[in-house]
């Protein structure tokens, strides 16, 4: 957790609470990805079923089957980019959308006013890494759980930058 996390309200803590707790790793696995993407396709991408979490669509071309793939993931800004956390829920594995955009890093994203056409690239560097990295835990603080149960997989920081 970053020393100077943004200030939240009641319900943001209680949200956060419950997403770190064993029912809410169910719900974020099972419920979410089910219930997210026609409610974000809905509301333009304002409202998911986490809302306030800033919550996006990512749309990536499948590596291997060429096919469009919806996955509802979590965010934080950057300046004008966004950075995703390839997290798989601290599992062994590198999640499949990962794969899909080192593949094909080209994507859509569904996000309310970021939404476009965006480039991903993984953050190599350390410094920028680490950057990156206290964003998002200031977004969401169990990514710091997800890392403890990954155990010896580094968690890839991916970088979104808006295509011209």
């Not at 997800?146 to 920081?157: D, F, H, L, M, S």
């Amino acid at each position: 957790m970053t020393a100077q996390r943004r200030p939240m309200n009641i319900y943001e803590r209680a949200l956060e609470k419950f997403g770190r707790s064993r029912p809410g790793l169910f719900f974020a696995q099972k419920i979410a990805p089910v219930l997210d993407p026609p409610l974000m396709r809905l509301t333009g991408g304002r409202l998911s079923s986490v809302y306030p979490l800033p919550l996006m669509l990512l749309t990536t071309i499948g590596a291997k089957s060429g096919l469009r793939r919806e996955h509802p993931l979590a965010y934080a800004t950057d300046g004008d980019s966004l950075i995703v956390i390839a997290s798989n829920y601290g599992r062994p594995g590198h999640p499949a959308w990962y794969r899909n955009l080192v593949a094909n890093p080209r994507v859509e994203v569904l996000a309310g006013k970021h939404s476009g056409v965006y480039t991903a690239r993984e953050i190599a560097d350390e410094a920028e890494r680490s950057a990156a990295w206290k964003k998002a835990l200031d977004v969401y603080a169990g990514y710091g759980d997800y890392e403890v149960r990954a155990g010896n997989r580094k968690i890839p920081v991916i970088r979104l930058v808006r295509s011209a």
